[in-house]
């Protein structure tokens, strides 16, 4: 919990994005080695992968904070503390994610 109040406290001053995976769903396999294929954003990015089945609280806590609705696999970018870009399933691809920089 204190991984994910450190990576929205970060996302005040630098871009954050955050993947929310299922290490038992082979949607969010596809998914995670799509976006670690397609991955190709500045350092300044700083990436955090959260394991659903060993944090669901954290991933709950996410939810609730951004007021997002839980999904797995899902990809969130926040700057300034805002969620700007969020996506799911077969539609999250990091490529996506240049448009906002």
């Given at each position: ?33 799509l ?16 394991d ?33 870009h ?16």
């Open positions: 919990m204190e991984d994910w109040k450190m990576a929205y406290e970060r996302s005040k001053t630098a871009p954050v994005v955050i993947f929310k995976h299922s290490t038992r769903c082979s949607v969010s396999r596809m998914a995670l080695r976006t670690e294929q397609r991955w190709d954003l500045p350092e300044k990015i700083e990436a955090f992968l959260l659903l089945l060993i944090h669901r609280d954290v991933s709950d806590a996410i939810a609730s904070d951004l007021k997002l609705q839980h999904q797995s696999p899902q990809l969130i970018y926040l700057v300034n503390g805002k969620v700007v969020h996506a799911n399933h077969s539609g999250i691809d990091p490529v996506d994610l240049k448009t906002y920089l």
